[in-house]
């Protein structure tokens, strides 16, 4: 039976960087890396941008160059699965029988795409973007479609509707909800989103609900509700994640929609840390409310906190979430967690494509919203992370750089 000081389960985001954080902090121990997926750790947000495209080769990106994890003496473990853990014994099982034994288990699965649940879900044509497989599937697909469809206004379905437009093909896009972005931005850049992929030719279509998908083994039609159908060749489900958390849950971890981690992301089993995508933990920019981040920063974050964790520092997850996405000449970054906010400002005029948001509770700035305009998302983050309490009038002011609506400033009553 192999034996790793660490053992890493899942080669994403996450797991990469605690690997890599572990080396740069001085762990001298044995590590594995376990990821199911066949290639070493790339990054996954050009899977709906660039990559898709074709604008970047695979090895344009991988997080690190394949011969780096034998350089640093991390043994990586791919295309294997870990199905099941003892965190008595401190074994993990993979799906091909060989147990391994650890001494510390950084759970770093991140999540599977959730699928749509109707007649049709299944048929060739229909597509989840998670993968490097996913997206060379998709791709080997496009030359023999004209129509897609793609289901989904969160970050993700609009990613690809913004690649597909530039590959020139037509897209319909469906959103249950009666904006895009419902679940993770305010109005007003919902409908900034929403007009911009219309005036591109995307077929916004919000409010919508699908029956089921139509065709005889390949796809050809999205039914909706109303029983109209949208021919297609394509579609796209971008509806959401599913933790892959089975394994520790079945060990006894707390949790359910994510393992439940404190803030060194300890689970409740002795030595299994859990981080990224997977991990369940209160954040103090969320009001301290229990939440998954799906976003680079908090992967790398976590992972490098437990890298700490692990060579003896002690250190509580404090970061501030930031997140970015592109869509046409869009770069729209994003600070904070913006969901319990009870006001927005926008700063700037949308028009000129150039504007932010921001999201205050209680009068205090808890997240920005900055799309194109790269200097508010670099000054507001300071108000983000001092939660600042700020004046509407001159947060809307474009004249008034952030950085001097500083808490200072208010307490000298300035604002
Ligand atoms: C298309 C797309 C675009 C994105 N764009 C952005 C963006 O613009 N900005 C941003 O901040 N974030 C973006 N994200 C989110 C970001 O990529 C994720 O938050 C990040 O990848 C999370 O890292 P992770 O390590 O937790 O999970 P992952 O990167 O998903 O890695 C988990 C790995 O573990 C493997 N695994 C799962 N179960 C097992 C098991 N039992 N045994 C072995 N291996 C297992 C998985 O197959 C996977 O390879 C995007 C994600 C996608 C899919």
């Known amino acids: 039976m192999q034996h790793f000081d660490v053992l890493i389960v899942g080669a994403g985001h996450a797991g990469a960087q605690a690997g890599i954080s572990l080396r740069q902090n001085g762990f001298a121990g044995s590590i594995a890396m376990i990821g199911d997926e066949p290639d070493p750790p790339y990054e996954r947000p050009p899977l709906s941008k660039e990559y898709f495209k074709g604008e970047k080769s695979f090895e344009r990106i991988l997080i690190r160059p394949a011969a780096f994890w034998e350089e640093r003496g991390i043994t990586m473990l791919l295309g294997t699965c870990v199905e099941s853990v003892d965190a008595g014994a401190r074994i993990a099982v993979t799906a091909s029988g060989e147990t391994l034994l650890y001494g510390q288990l950084i759970w770093a699965a991140g999540g599977r795409p959730r699928r749509l649940a109707c007649e049709g879900a299944d048929l060739a044509g229909v597509h989840t973007v998670r993968t490097r497989a996913d997206v060379d599937r998709m791709t080997g697909e496009l030359p023999g479609v004209n129509r897609a469809v793609v289901i989904g206004g969160g970050y993700i379905g609009l990613e ?156 509580t997850y404090e970061a501030v979430p930031w997140f970015w996405s592109n869509q046409y000449d869009l770069k729209l970054q994003t600070v904070g967690i913006s969901s319990g906010h009870d006001a927005t400002v926008v700063r700037g005029d949308p028009v000129t494509r150039s504007f932010s948001v921001v999201y205050l509770r209680a009068g205090r700035v808890i997240a920005l919203d900055c799309v194109n305009a790269v200097k508010d998302y670099v000054q507001g983050r300071a108000l983000v992370l001092g939660q600042v309490e700020a004046d509407p009038v001159a947060l809307a002011d474009t004249t008034r750089p952030l950085k001097d609506l500083s808490g200072v400033e208010r307490a000298q009553g300035v604002t």
């Open 160 to 315: 690809a509707a913004a690649a597909l437009t530039s590959l020139a093909k037509q897209v319909v896009l469906l959103e249950a909800l009666d904006r895009v972005l419902a679940r993770v931005a305010g109005e007003a850049l919902s409908r900034f989103y929403e007009g911009e992929h219309r005036a591109h030719g995307v077929d916004v279509r919000l409010g919508s609900t699908v029956d089921c998908i139509e065709g005889a083994g390949r796809v050809t039609g999205v039914r909706m509700k109303d029983g109209k159908v949208i021919p297609a060749e394509m579609v796209i489900v971008g509806i959401g994640i599913i933790p892959a958390v089975e394994p520790l849950i079945a060990a006894g971890a707390a949790g359910g929609n994510g393992v439940a981690v404190d803030a060194q992301c300890r689970t409740s089993l002795p030595d299994v840390f859990a981080i990224g995508d997977c991990a369940l933990h209160s954040n103090r920019f969320a009001d301290d409310m229990p939440i998954r981040l799906e976003s680079v920063q908090n992967a790398n974050d976590q992972a490098t906190l437990v890298a700490k964790t692990i060579v003896g520092q002690d250190l």
